[in-house]
């Protein structure tokens, strides 16, 4: 056997052979199936316990598993990485007992010390966790009993906890992947025990992951491989809306998600291609109202705005009826919806009018707009740029106009400078939207002190409800307690909910089996084929 010293001594040309002729990084050697998927928006990291994207769940949650999951059907918890669970009476403590024989894709046994040092990583400052440490909700200690039992503390009963915990953002990494690179460099070197491996990322190219031919413990709804099962996935970036469709008719992607309503209409009729709509649970499209700020202080004028809103002509003209229009604070895909509130503020421009002439809002001077104090009645509202938010703006606009309000639209770029222009206090509607399986995301929004509420609204029986229904895990009465906070928002007008979000995903044919998980994001791979790669 040559000794390192000869190997070094190879002639150049030798060497420059062996680079030319070995297998380029990501590639495998023999027959791979192999499938290019279409990323929507390019993530600034995807290092799933420091990001906060969903975009990153796409490739990610196929690399990690989690210590329970949600079954996609029911909504069940089911096992993952942890075979069982208790949890105390009072509500505070989370004992899982861990499947034994796992081993991470790095060959580091799965245990308890492992979960441990995910949890020290996510809580650790240095980290500065965008989502997951926020997702341990009063998390407060761990035990670790053996090496196949840990405990979660929690300084207070949070129901939320099992939702955050089967979610990617909470995957389980390797231990010894974790210490061998910085926080910065992990990234790109990251290790699971998921159905997949991680082999690249290039930053604005692409992602690489590669099928775990070692992988049994998955959760039930996991398939074993089948024939033509997917070997490989690359995932590009197509962040140009209108280039999605072009790119799967082309064959340079065979799924991608996030299609232009139009192109999707055009697309269910093409052969070779199929359509996959997929409910996002969590709250709809929405424009929380600022209801410290002139006009939209005064609640005749909040209701005004959604009766004079006419969501159904939105759903039609923008989202070409893929997306219903929404009626409350959460989606109908998403637990705990209150369907009591479907056809509460139908549209009717009357009834708009009639809110607004009780408030005192004449048009003294004629010109068609409503007076205020020093000129016309006017609106302003903040408009990020994506999920087509500006078309579903113009065309409020243009209703509005019809009842004699102005409306001055504020087009922010990016989302750090739509949390600006939050900040500032100056506006009176802004859009936004976020995705979850559970309700208590309301709490950050809606509560007297929560940390995104820009409405400015403040009521303490609705902060008691709010914290009671995320501390009880008795479901009958997280539903009544949802129901009364879901009411109470829409009787005060908090938001105007304008469509509860579909994601419409365009697959090539050859594709098959391909279905996505609870949180309607997250494609499950490992049951999806590819005919003919």
Request: proline share 7%; net charge negative; with cysteine.
């Amino acid at each position: 056997m040559p000794s390192k010293r000869s190997l070094i001594a190879l002639p150049v040309v030798c060497l420059f052979l062996l680079v030319a002729c070995a297998p380029a990084l990501g590639a495998q050697s023999g027959a791979v199936n192999r499938i290019v998927y279409g990323l929507t928006l390019e993530p600034s990291g995807i290092d799933p316990h420091v990001n906060a994207s969903a975009e990153l769940g796409i490739p990610l949650r196929q690399v990690y598993d989690t210590l329970v999951y949600r079954d996609p059907n029911t909504g069940d918890y089911v096992p993952g990485l942890a075979d069982s669970w208790e949890i105390s009476s009072d509500g505070t403590r989370y004992t899982f007992h861990l499947k034994q024989g796992i081993s991470f894709h790095d060959g580091t046994p799965f245990n308890a010390q492992a979960v441990a040092a995910n949890l020290d990583r996510v809580l650790d400052p240095d980290t500065a966790s965008q989502k997951a440490i926020f997702m341990l909700g009063p998390f407060a200690d761990y035990e670790v009993a053996d090496d196949y039992t840990i405990t979660l503390i929690l300084a207070q009963p949070y129901a939320p906890l099992l939702d955050s915990l089967s979610q990617v953002y909470l995957g389980i990494a390797s231990p010894t992947a974790l210490a061998a690179v910085s926080r910065e460099r992990y990234q790109f070197h990251q290790v699971g025990t998921g159905p997949y491996e991680f082999v690249e990322y290039v930053p604005g190219d692409r992602i690489v992951i590669r099928r775990n031919p070692n992988y049994t413990w998955g959760p039930a709804f996991y398939q074993p491989p089948a024939e033509n099962g997917i070997d490989e996935v690359e995932f590009r970036f197509v962040t140009d809306a209108s280039a999605r469709a072009l790119a799967l008719e082309a064959g340079d992607v065979q799924v991608v998600g996030e299609i232009l309503p139009t192109d999707a209409r055009a697309l269910a009729s093409e052969s070779g291609i199929q359509l996959l709509q997929v409910g996002i649970p969590g709250q709809p499209l929405q424009f929380l109202m600022n209801t410290t700020r002139f006009p939209t202080g005064n609640r005749a004028v909040r209701q005004a705005l959604i009766t004079g809103a006419n969501r159904e002509a939105i759903s039609a003209a923008v989202f070409q009826r893929f997306s219903p229009a929404a009626w409350g604070p959460i989606s109908a895909t998403t637990p705990y919806y209150f369907s009591q509130l479907q056809g509460v503020y139908a549209y009717s421009l009357d009834e708009a009018r009639n809110l607004l002439a009780g408030a005192g809002f004449t048009d003294a001077d004629e010109n068609t707009y409503l007076d205020a104090e020093g000129g016309d009645m006017t609106i302003r509202v903040i408009v990020p740029p994506w999920g087509q938010i500006p078309d579903v703006a113009q065309l409020l606009e243009d209703q509005w106009r019809q009842l004699g309000i102005r409306t001055e639209l504020v087009s922010v770029p990016t989302r750090g400078a739509l949390f600006e222009a939050i900040g500032t206090g100056d506006f009176n509607l802004v859009a936004w939207y976020e995705f979850g399986a559970d309700p208590a995301l309301l709490n950050q929004y809606f509560l007297s002190d929560g940390t995104l509420n820009w409405t400015g609204y403040s009521n303490p029986s609705l902060d008691g409800l709010l914290i009671q229904a995320a501390s009880t895990t008795d479901t009958g009465a997280r539903a009544g307690l949802y129901a009364q906070i879901q009411q109470i928002i829409m009787q005060d007008a908090l938001i105007l909910p304008v469509r509860d979000y579909v994601n419409l995903n365009g697959a090539s044919t050859r594709v098959q089996n391909l279905r996505f998980d609870r949180y309607g994001w997250f494609p499950l791979l490992p049951n999806a084929t590819y005919v003919g790669g």
